[in-house]
């Protein structure tokens, strides 16, 4: 999976975390409110690993730029 898409699917999941937090609390459920926090902390994890690899892309992306030009 690309950086774009983990990112996207992190966002997607800390939103329904949120949102499952949300209700579980409006509702009283603390099953629904525990999910919801798993779930965003999942989310949080997919943006980050997102994160590490457009950072990891660039670093070589670089790293070959300035390797051609000293060719």
């Not at 949300?22 to 009283?28: S, V, Y």
Request: hydrophobic share 35%; charged share 30%; proline share 0%.
């Amino acid at each position: 999976m690309g950086s774009t898409a983990d990112k996207v699917k992190g966002a997607t999941n800390e939103a329904i975390g949120k949102a499952k937090q949300g209700i579980g609390e409006a509702t009283g459920s603390e099953q629904l409110q525990g999910e919801g926090v798993i779930q965003e902390v999942k989310g949080k994890g997919q943006k980050a690993m997102g994160d590490a690899k457009e950072a990891a892309k660039e670093a070589l992306d670089k790293a070959a730029n300035a390797a051609n030009k000293n060719l």
